[in-house]
């Protein structure tokens, strides 16, 4: 592995945690109890629920093309999106919260690992790096919505703080 393809994995790999830009995404989710999460309001579109759920989905059809496998696409971005705005309990919210999670976790072992300029077989025009670019900005994007929920709702900052507090 080049000193390049290191350095920028590196970078990757700040940017999938969460440093610098913004709280670690680790840290942002954990407390959210299923109330919280399918609390509706007025003004935002989205659930914290169903933000999450839209995250986990690309995130993971991403992943599918890093690994090298070939994802449906879904006829309609609309269906990367739960109709339901709340978790069925919270036992299903803390497993979907750490089933994405865990999605973070296995896209930093590949920013760590992976030869980042290498295309990706049926994604065309693609690399590896631009894909965990695209599931960090992703990520990122719509964890500031979930912030920004949870400051409507009076419920930030999380135990131990966060940025902004």
């Not at 599931?135 to 400051?151: C, D, K, Q």
Request: proline content about 8%; glycine content about 8%; aromatic content about 10%.
């Amino acid at each position: 592995m080049s000193n390049a393809n290191h350095l920028f994995g590196q970078a990757l790999v700040k940017s999938l945690v969460g440093e610098r830009g913004h709280i670690r995404i680790a840290r942002a989710l954990p407390d959210i109890n299923a109330e919280l999460a399918g609390r509706v309001h007025p003004n935002m579109p989205y659930s914290i629920y169903q933000l999450l759920k839209h995250m986990h989905y690309w995130q993971h059809f991403m992943l599918e093309h890093l690994e090298g496998r070939k994802p449906q696409l879904p006829a309609n971005v609309m269906e990367s999106w739960p109709e339901e705005t709340a978790p069925q309990d919270e036992v299903s919210w803390q497993a979907d919260i750490q089933a994405f999670l865990a999605g973070v976790d296995e896209a930093v072992a590949l920013a760590e690992t992976a030869q980042l300029d290498e295309p990706l077989l049926y994604f065309p025009g693609e690399t590896k790096a631009g894909l965990l670019r695209n599931i960090a900005s992703h990520n990122s994007y719509h964890l500031g919505e979930i912030v920004l929920l949870r400051r409507f709702y009076g419920a930030w900052p999380p135990p131990g703080g966060g940025f902004p507090a």
